[in-house]
């Protein structure tokens, strides 16, 4: 038996999960929520532009409870994969999440966490001093339709690195992360890559995330009708992406690319109309996961002393919004308590 | 028979055409158009602070179109007054919809527009060179909940006053303004008061129509939990009262009383969870009222130099948010068609 990584089980983790156990060197533990039910009495049903189609497919173990090492008296397992979503502001914490999955004083255990935004890192250090994290930058279309369904229609791209830790040599979590790439590639289906530079990618993918994403959830338009809207690109996307650019640049010294902006906007094909994520989770009535994607990049390009108009309104504005949301779920009070 | 104003018939038109039946010193005809077969079979049904149960009260004109002076060889009306949203980004502009009604070049007809925004006047000027032009700000509390039926909860308060316009001597709307108010007042149910300081009175409404009117809209939120949800007070609502506050001292040295961004911020009760206008319109798949309230101040206060980076954002976001109704309605290609 080989290393044992453990992916969330949603869009994104089932098809990690597959990557890893179709290599062979993996073998997989998912814990699953609201699909659990149907994954475990029946497998997860995939179409996948990578794997084909998998009818009834599981992982080694299935879960709907985060193994607890100490009370369940497990082993410690060699990578914890976190790909559920992100969102700091509502309780509880991916840290509160995931803690007793993770031992508290070994670097035995390797923490990917396969999740966007910046900083994720930061709520783990103290805690976990010893872990050795990983990041995650997934580049994968990847959808759940209904409990347990899982459609692929865009290739696994996924970059997997090494955040900087105070308290380990970085030998080690660079060591780990090529050892997951080198795991996570053996089924020669996917583009796993190690990648040297975190801070790169993760600004990268923001120039997506905190622009296009709040901006196409706010407006209620999709990716390929943000750029119809006449004055939106100029008006909005543009000026935000420019932001990001700067923070970048100002922040950690990352030298983003010339065109990454038109790239960025380009990204989909024009007729595509693609909602990202963070319009799904709305029109859903989910959570928005603005905190990292908007607001870690917001704050720090403040203090860098980087001009954020744009973002500074945008994260305002998914701020309200994710009020509202709480209280659809009865989060936040409202005194005299009126419908909505 | 007295002066003859013309209001159209919607929740604001039908208590002003109320108003100026009552006191006896004009004769009304209203333009109305979704409900105008309700109206003109059954007369109007309202519940009114100021003027109690009125059940199948009628204006002495009820007409579905608006009167063309030409072809139906009509005498000019006294006064012309226009309380419909103002939304000059869909066609047909309001001056389309009225010019049958103006005669044109004749300073015989006075115009008011009992609208909301800034800058209002400006399309009347060139095609209708010789119209007085009169500015109305009403504080009505008045909705439609179905056609027909109309419910005030919140006394009329209306301030009349002259739009400045090159050609006339400013001496003639300032008299017609003074009669509009005494005709208007007449009824001894409402506060109607002549207003020499039109811009002050408009940039002042401005403090909540640019600024809380598209927030709700935009967040979802209404003016209570607007003031509830964490730092969306600090974050958007005083930074854009602020802007518009500084805008109107810039643009036209009108200088807001100190308190006006609290007193806004707090016009209405602590719990009464109202949505403003703009927050109604967007549930209800309406055109939002955006240019006249968001877009022509933040214009102005840009060429005045003032920085005016929460509207301009705000902005942008009604804007596109604009265009995806325009889709729902038809008006805007969307190439490839896929379904909103």
Same mark, same amino acid.
């Given at each position: 038996m080989g290393p044992v990584p453990r992916p969330c089980g949603g869009a994104v983790g089932a098809i990690a999960a597959v990557n890893l156990e179709v290599g062979g060197l993996a073998t997989v533990t998912v814990v699953l929520r609201s699909n659990y039910k149907v994954v475990n009495e029946k497998g997860y049903t995939i179409e996948s532009c990578d794997h084909g189609s998998l009818k009834g497919w599981k992982p080694s173990v299935v879960r709907n409870t985060v193994p607890n090492l100490t009370e369940e008296n497990l082993p410690p397992y060699d990578y914890v994969i976190l790909c559920t979503k992100n969102i700091p502001d509502v309780p509880p914490t991916v840290v509160d999440l995931i803690a007793p999955a993770l031992p508290q004083n070994s670097s035995k255990t390797t923490l990917l966490l396969l999740q966007n935004g910046l900083n994720i890192e930061r709520p783990f250090l103290r805690p976990f001093p010893n872990t050795p994290i990983l990041s995650g930058i997934s580049m994968i279309g990847s959808a759940e339709p209904s409990p347990g369904h899982i459609v692929q229609d865009e290739s696994d791209k996924l970059l997997i690195g090494a955040f900087p830790t105070s $308290?380990? $040599?970085p030998a080690v979590p660079e060591r780990r992360a090529e050892e997951l790439v080198e795991m996570y590639s053996k089924g020669g289906k996917t583009d796993c890559q190690y990648s040297p530079n975190v801070l790169h990618d993760r600004w990268k993918k923001l120039v997506f995330n905190a622009c296009l994403n709040p901006i196409c959830a706010i407006t209620g338009l999709d990716d390929g009708r943000i750029r119809l809207a006449d004055g939106a690109l100029d008006g909005l996307v543009r000026p935000a992406m420019r932001e990001i650019v700067a923070a970048a640049k100002a922040v950690c010294g990352v030298q983003l690319a010339e065109d990454v902006v038109e790239a960025t906007i380009n990204v989909?094909? /024009? %007729?595509?109309y693609l909602k990202p994520s963070m319009q799904q989770d709305l029109e859903k009535g989910n959570f928005i %996961?603005? %905190? $990292? /994607?908007l607001g870690e990049p917001l704050r720090e390009g403040k203090d860098a002393r980087v001009p954020m108009p744009t973002l500074e309104v945008l994260y305002q504005c998914a701020k309200a919004i994710q009020w509202r949301i709480k209280e659809t779920k009865g989060l936040v009070e409202v005194p005299g308590n009126k419908s909505v």
């Open positions: $308290n380990i $040599n989909d094909p /024009l %007729e595509s %996961e603005f %905190e $990292n /994607l």
